[in-house]
Structures are given as C-alpha cells and as structure tokens.
C-alpha cells in the first residue's frame, strides 16, 4: 500500500521522465473511476506536463494549456499505481486511465487500479486548493520540528493513529507508523498528551529519517506496489517490525515482536515500546 515515500518515488520518476512532455491524449475506462471534474476531460488534450508534485500519499500532475494550468490528481493510497509503457501490469483489465504523451522520455502513463472506485480528481487551481486543505495535514518532510511538537501537543488520544491521521500529518500509513514507532521506543498505544516536547523531537528526526531512507531505497513493496518504471521498492527489507509477529526483536532484548490487532495491525516489541517507558 503506497505510502508517502512511494508516492514521493512516483513523483521523481515522473518528473524524470516526463516534465515538459505533452499530452496528446486521456482515455478514461471506466467514468466512476474520475472522483471529480470528468466533464473538464478534453481540457486536457494538448496540454504542457510543467510540473508534479506530492501531497500525502496523493500524486498530482499540473498540465498548462495557453496560460492556465490543471491538475490531475491520483490517490496511491490503496491500491493505485502509476505506471509506464514498458511497466508489467498483473491485470491490465485494471487499468482505467491511459494518458499519451510526446516529447518526454515515456510515451504513456497508466493508471492501475482494482479497486476502480474514483481515485482520479481534475482541478483547476481553487479546486486543487480545496481539494488540499479538505484532505491534507502537515507534510513530514517539511513541517518544522517546533510545529510538529506544537501539533502533537494540542491532541488527545493514541499515537499511532494520529501519526497516520491524514488530516493531520499527511503520508504516514500502518507500514511506516510501526517502523517509526520501534525506532523511537514508544509503543503504538501511548496517549500523545503525556509525551514530553523532547520526546516529541525524537519521535520528528527519527519520522524524517524512516521516510528519507525508504524514498532513498525506492519505498517499500509490499502486496502491490512498483515505481511507473517497474521496480520494486527496496525498503522492505529494511523492516523491523512490520509483518515480524513472532519474530526475535531486532534490538536483542530476548523477546518476541507482538501484533495487536486494532483498527489497523501494529507490530511492536512488548519491552522496547513497554507503555511503562518514560517519555
Ligand atoms: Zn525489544
């Protein structure tokens, strides 16, 4: 399930490959897939690929036509890929968008999906903004450290979910919530108002590091995700915790690594992120 760091893999390579390139053509399989905006479709035609960029775990392409410019937006979160030309799809009765482009290196950008419920919007530059308030907290890579304690401060509850709630911060899902929950020994069910400001700036440079390392390494395949180009993300194999119930801890403390099934599984070890830790 892409999270940010391969959202942010997807957004690299598309920048890569096809920033400048133009758009000669969008076919739309399916009309549901399209949350948002179908009716602007043939806008799209003959428009200039200026720039891509990420928001949480959602990629959006801004396309300029004349003087104005649109936004594609495509949810990952899920199941979503995109993908290119030469990229295998497992099954391409999922794909649901299919866009051409010329003057890039890529000549085709796939949208792949078998969930096909509307993860595609079209915007124009207030609806991008709304789209953007509506759905997306505070990015991790560039909130400031201050305002990251600030945020957390202010909530009630457990941290783990909050650390996935996209409102929040945007782009942190189950993988990389557990891999930054073993990192900073705090277990996934501490309540956020009694962690101390320092606590917190721990919990901050060891989140920008998980997500800085899994970007660096392609993100993290795990059930389906490749890069547009095909590969796999790397990062998987640097999971401590995530998908390890039964395994030893990798910190060597002798014990086991739990799974608690909550809303979503967390993968924790019961005495490094002992509750009963200071922090
Ligand atoms: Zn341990």
Not at 264 to 277: E, G, H, N
Request: aromatic letters at 8%.
């Amino acid at each position: 399930m892409p999270e940010l760091p391969e959202a942010e893999v997807v957004a690299r390579q598309l920048r890569a490959q096809l920033l400048g390139a133009q758009l000669d053509e969008c076919l739309v399989g399916r009309a549901d897939i399209v949350r948002e905006g179908l009716s602007t479709l043939s806008w799209y035609q003959g428009s200039v690929l200026e720039g891509v960029a990420r928001y949480g775990k959602s990629v959006a392409l801004g396309l300029k036509k004349k003087e104005e410019t649109r936004y594609l937006v495509a949810e990952l979160g899920m199941t979503g890929l995109l993908l290119f030309r030469a990229a295998q799809t497992k099954y391409p009765q999922h794909v649901h968008v299919r866009m051409s482009f010329t003057g890039g290196r890529e000549t085709e950008l796939r949208y792949w999906n078998p969930r096909r419920f509307g993860r595609i919007s079209l915007f124009d530059r207030a609806g991008l903004d709304r789209y953007r308030t509506r759905r997306f907290g505070v990015d991790p890579l560039t909130v400031p450290c201050d305002e990251f304690v600030r945020l957390m401060q202010a909530r009630r509850g457990r941290l783990k979910p909050l650390l996935m709630h996209q409102q929040v911060i945007a782009g942190i899902g189950n993988i990389y919530a557990n891999e930054i929950l073993f990192r900073t020994r705090l277990h996934p069910d501490r309540l956020v108002n009694r962690l101390r400001a320092a606590t917190i700036a721990t919990l901050y440079d060891t989140m920008q590091t998980v997500l800085r390392e899994a970007i660096a390494c392609g993100g993290s395949s795990v059930k389906d995700f490749y890069a547009p180009d095909g590969t796999e993300g790397r990062y998987k194999l640097r999971h401590l915790v995530y998908g390890k119930e039964g395994q030893p801890c990798p910190n060597r403390c002798g014990r086991l690594i739990h799974r608690l099934q909550s809303e979503r599984s967390s993968f924790f070890c019961p005495f490094c992120q002992s509750k009963r830790l200071p922090g």
